[in-house]
Structure formats: C-alpha cells, structure tokens
C-alpha cells in the first residue's frame, strides 16, 4: 500500500475532478458515504445512537457535514461549527443541506456519548486556535477522526498541544505519513474514486518484507558469511544479542570479532559463530560485516570502524559505530546500512530529536541520498529508505523499547545482507522480522518483561509466517 503526502492527495484530489472522474461534491458525498460505513459501525459497536460532529469550514468540515446528512434521522446527529472564515465552496453546500434538514447546531460538546471531528485537514500546521483548543478541551468522551486527528500534521505526525487523541480515525484513498508516525488510534483506509494511477509515480509505502529462496541442496557457503566487530568488555551482553541476530538471518556463517571477556561469554552460549580477537579481523573477507553494537568509544575501536567504513565491503553500523562515525562521515562505494535510533540521528544531523520530529521522513530520505546509504531509523515507527524509496513499518510494540533491542535487529540485517540480499531489501526485511517476532512474543509474555533474547526466540516464528505466506 502506498503512502502519500498530503500535498500529493490533494493534487490528487483535484486531477480527480479536472478529468472528470466526479464533480468535487461527489468526491465528498463519497468520501461521506465511506465514513458512515465505518462511524456507524463503531457507534453500534459502543451502543450509541447519538453523535456529535465536529465541522471546520474546509473540505473537512465538509465532509462532517455529508456525513450528519446521512446519519440523520436515524442516529441523531447534532453539529458544533468550528473556526473562523468563510466555508469553502463544498463545505457551505452540505452546511445548508444540513440546516434545510432540521439537523440541530449546539454551542457546547457536553452531554455526547461520542464525537466525529473534521476541524482541519491534511495542510493544518502550527497551533490550535484559542477557540478550537477550548472546545477540545471540553470532549472526554471517545473520539472519530476525519482523514487526520484535528491539530495533528498531516507530513510530520506531530499534533498541536490540545489535540484530539482519537480512538478511530477514517482516511481516504491511501495512508498519510501521520497515520504511520503517529498515534491515530484504529487507522481506516476507504476508497473513494480516486484512480489507482494516480499513485504510480509515489514511492513512499508500507513496508512488505522480501526475502530469497532457500534450497534445500543448499550449503553453508551458499547463503554468505557475516563478520562481527561487537561488543566492548563491559558490553558483552550487546555481543551476544548481535550474534543471536545474525544466527537467527539464514547465513551459513558467522564470525564474532570480540574482546576476550565477551568472547568468553559468547563462548559458553553459542555452539553456531567462530569466535575471534578483533586483531584477527583483517584482511577482510567475508560477504558482510556488522560494526558497532557494544562496540565502546576507545581510540582503537575507532580506528577498526574507519578502516571497516573505508573498505569496499558491504556494512551494518549500529550503536557506537554510529558515534564513531560522527567523526568522518563520507559516501561509500559498498552497500552500508546505517540503523540509528532518533538520538542517534539527531546527532549525526548536528540536531536534536525533538526538531528532527517535525520533517523525519524529509531529513531520513535527504541523508540517505547525500551519503548513498540505507537508513533504517528506528523508533515507535520506523522508516527504511535509500533516499528514493521509502517504506514505513508502523506497528508499535513497547517490548523492543529495551536496551539490546537494536543489537538484535541490526546482527539480523547484517546476517540477510551478507546472504546476498540487496541492501534495502535487507534491511526492510530485518526490522519486518525483528518487530514481528515482539508481537509474536507478546502473546504470551508481557510486554513489560520480556527481553530481548526472548524475542530472539520468535524469529524463527516470523520466519515460519513469512514463508509460508500467512503474514
């Protein structure tokens, strides 16, 4: 499924109208007729024949109009006008429709079991106004959004302070950015007419795992060699869980360049890696490496990782890798992957996390393509792109919001990787597996306990899904 900016469905919008597909106020009586499947059906499912409506004086605000138009009689709409201005061509249509049907206007949002909000649309950005805020202030009861939560940014996911959270939101055509980085509650999609075309040239999409063929004549040296460069001494639990990533990906071998007490750690869990001094790890040789996990901040560290970097190898960089990295930042000629977490990235860009929020995807697609790299940037959502593709996997799991989390997926990537997959393809594979084996996991343990090795457990799980395509 595609993802599109609100600038793109609103040009999308518009070529709907101008070849003639549907007049604009069809395009809203559509859209209206899509959010009554989906609010009726959640006001029955909350035993509710009462509805408060929310209306803007936009082509938001228009389609709560339409939509009050086809609640009433039945389920009893009441409409509380919102914002200054005149209303847009389409919006004034359905308000008078509104008004020549009797549907009662209010002043006060109390005594409503539920509400539909369509105060803005996809362009707001800013504040809320004082008097918006102060009706939203006033709502406590469960909340349906219109396309996007009210005050919410349609590109960034960032709201306003006195946004709406809702409980449900309704979208048209195809996903927002919002809907993917942020807390929209429920998110349902509705077509409306608009024509599939139109998306063609779009790039941005949810993220569909790939993975290559396994046979079963296959060998060890068939499916690639990965190289390690983890774990400091005080961090071999990092070590382990970067290898347990990469045991998990399907490479036929994995070498771990380890300082020695992690090396002795590594050695009393694992029978799968070779397990060397990190003196050993050149001349390069294998398919792929993974630097960083662990790996510490010492002077020598840093000079392993900037010879890795300059090698013409394919390459992970994760953790203190990143740090390192900081310090000499240039394009490569080999696939590398980086996989910062928004700390991670903020400090790479000379930023902070909370300016990176407000344009991530802008920031995440612009690093990519200046430093030719995959950048896997991880949070609640996390984004996968190489500057010209980008995929956003959007499925929340607050187990993986543990230390070690990261050690795990990025061992997984560089394992798929070094397997001969293409370097994008990898990386949207690894954290696909990586944040599904959490879910899996949640199943039967709570989030709140669950560590990393034990989602390790169910990557195996993912695997099994995956392949036999019920996923």
């Not at 993220?207 to 004549?217: F, G, M, Q």
């Not at 070590?239 to 998990?248: F, I, N, R, S, V």
């Not at 360049?257 to 002795?264: G, T």
Request: glycine fraction near 10%.
């Amino acid at each position: 499924m595609k993802i599109v900016t609100p600038a793109q469905m609103k040009k999308m919008d518009l070529r709907t109208v101008e070849e003639g597909y549907f007049t604009s106020l069809r395009l809203m009586q559509n859209a209206a007729e899509a959010l009554y499947e989906e609010i009726t059906c959640w006001m029955e499912q909350k035993g509710a024949d009462r509805i408060l409506l929310l209306a803007g004086t936009g082509n938001n605000g228009g389609d709560a109009y339409a939509l009050a138009c086809l609640l009433y009689p039945v389920y009893q709409p009441a409409i509380l006008p919102v914002g200054e201005g005149e209303r847009s061509p389409d919006c004034e249509y359905y308000y008078q429709k509104c008004k020549k049907l009797g549907i009662p206007f209010v002043s006060d949002p109390a005594d409503y079991p539920l509400v539909a909000e369509g105060v803005f649309g996809t362009g707001f950005h800013g504040e809320l106004p004082g008097e918006v805020k102060k009706v939203f202030e006033k709502i406590h009861v469960p909340v349906a959004a219109i396309d996007l939560p009210g005050g919410m940014n349609g590109e960034s996911g960032v709201s306003a302070e006195g946004a709406l959270k809702p409980e449900l939101t309704v979208t048209f055509a195809y996903p927002k950015p919002c809907h993917l980085l942020a807390d929209c509650g429920k998110v349902v999609v509705k077509d409306i007419g608009i024509p599939p075309k139109y998306a063609d040239t779009i790039d941005r999409e949810t993220l569909r795992p790939c993975y290559a063929e396994r046979s079963d004549w296959g060998h060890k040296n068939r499916y690639g060699t990965v190289g390690l460069l983890v774990g400091a001494p005080q961090y071999p639990g990092a070590a382990a869980l970067a290898l347990t990533g990469a045991l998990k990906s399907g490479v036929g071998l994995v070498f771990g360049y380890l300082p020695k007490p992690a090396r002795n750690a590594a050695a009393a869990k694992f029978y799968g890696p070779v397990l060397q001094s990190p003196g050993k790890l050149f001349p390069l040789k294998w398919n792929a490496y993974l630097v960083g996990s662990g790996l510490g901040r010492s002077r020598a560290a840093g000079v392993k990782m900037k010879k890795l970097w300059r090698s013409e190898y394919p390459l992970v960089v994760d953790g203190d890798g990143l740090w390192h990295l900081q310090k000499f930042l240039f394009p490569r000629k080999a696939a590398t992957v980086l996989t910062p977490h928004m700390g991670e990235f903020a400090r790479l860009l000379g930023s902070t996390p909370e300016e990176l929020r407000q344009n991530r995807l802008q920031r995440a697609e612009e690093f990519a393509a200046c430093y030719g790299c995959i950048l896997v940037l991880k949070d609640a959502a996390t984004v996968v792109t190489d500057g010209k593709k980008t995929a956003v996997l959007s499925a929340p799991c607050s187990a993986l919001a543990k230390g070690g989390s990261g050690d795990l997926l990025a061992g997984l990537i560089a394992g798929i990787l070094a397997g001969g997959c293409d370097a994008l393809e990898a990386a949207k594979l690894g954290v696909y597996l990586h944040n599904r084996a959490a879910h899996l996991a949640c199943k039967a343990q709570s989030p709140r306990a669950l560590q990393s090795e034990e989602i390790a457990e169910k990557i195996s799980d993912a695997w099994m899904e995956l392949e036999d395509e019920a996923f």
